[in-house]
DNA sequence: GTCTATATAGGGATAGAC
DNA sequence: GTCTATCCCTATATAGAC
């Protein structure tokens, strides 16, 4: 397995020079957040128990002894930093345009736009359904299912403010979110990307349709 | 994590006493096809990585050795198994109603009672998305993409013969997949199966709208 | 077929020097 | 912060007796 960047960078990221940086890895690491970033990337690609100690060594270019000292409490506490990653970057991305004061088609295509950078186009999987496959036999105690509890909420009360019954409202969110983590199931499945940028105009059709 | 019944056993697979039944797992163990079935369990709850020997050995309450003259090719041949009771399990009793020479809702309406009991309500995971995750990495090498490949192109087939062109044909039939396998995600993560009900619903609907 | 015992590798994690 | 070396546990898999 490749060790791709997830171009999910913040602007605020300025990457610094690392002087660990030697062997057989694809680039050089850079700061903690480049660091986490990759981590993100293994464990949506292969869940917790999936990832090892010498995977991550090796995507990172850090020594154990340094992922030690970046992470004290080990592999669960990277997967417990990666979750925390995810949900602010979700919030800041994805939440936050469906709770500006801006037309609905505004805010629906932010938070599409943003969704379909997540996912790389349907090439990443979602970390959400890579790490609830250990919940219950890892040490995480990041609340991964609440990511999605939150996606829902907030795109509900953002649909609600159309006039939408709460229900209906609630019913559309769920709708657009099942058929985007269907579409990345699928589209790696059968390895067809298309389904995923389809899956992303559907939702935005459940989400629009008369508002 | 408990070891469920999977509750797919056919009509034609005999229950027969296995006197190896000693230990600390819930119930007797019986046939191979009640082995695999508990294996099945086991890796469309945890992926491949996620189930070790020993897990196996207690869901089964079969000893190491006996894993291994039951399949020789240790782990990576009892995932190969699993993943081709999937295959025959799915063809016989989802895909198979749908090339019956009968009305297109009573099709739809028999499949979709095979997928509702097939994921147990939506209780129980797609072994396809737990088994993608450790693609590449580990030493299976079933086609499980294909299982769902099988199912859209079967599924698109039978909505052909309504007289659907081929395209919106395979359209609606990916659509409807992508429901179903999202809504199990979504399920999960925020642990209400109302909504994998509701998403059958609404695959049904997509099926069969002016079929 | 199943048991006990064991081989071998890889996992996560730590110690202590630098 | 990073390196080298190491500890200890678990994992898969095998051998040989019964």
Chains 1, 2 share one sequence.
């Not at 991305?93 to 349907?122: Q, S």
Request: glycine share 10%; aromatic share 6%.
């Amino acid at each position: 397995m490749p060790a791709p960047s997830s171009d999910l960078r913040d602007g605020t990221a300025r990457d610094r020079y690392c002087p660990a940086m030697t062997k057989d890895h694809p680039s050089a690491p850079t700061s903690k957040e480049e660091i986490v970033l990759r981590l993100f990337d293994l464990f949506r690609h292969a869940g917790y128990e999936g990832v090892s100690i010498g995977d991550i060594s090796q995507a990172t270019g850090l020594g154990r002894s340094s992922l030690y000292h970046y992470f004290p409490g080990g592999k669960a506490d990277m997967a417990n930093v990666v979750v925390g990653f995810a949900k602010v970057w979700l919030d800041a991305h994805v939440l936050a345009p469906l709770r500006r004061e801006v037309p609905l088609e505004t805010r629906i295509d932010a938070m599409l736009a943003a969704v379909h950078r997540f996912y790389r186009g349907g090439a990443a999987p979602c970390l959400v359904a890579s790490m609830l496959l250990s919940r219950g036999r890892d040490p995480v105690d990041a609340d991964v299912g609440g990511l999605i509890r939150d996606w829902i909420d907030t795109l509900t009360q953002s649909l609600e403010r159309e006039g939408s019954s709460k229900a209906e409202a609630a019913e559309r969110a769920t709708a657009a979110i099942v058929g985007i983590e269907g579409a990345l199931i699928v589209a790696q499945a059968v390895e067809r990307l298309d389904i995923f940028e389809k899956a992303l105009g559907e939702a935005r059709k459940t989400l629009l349709d008369r508002g």
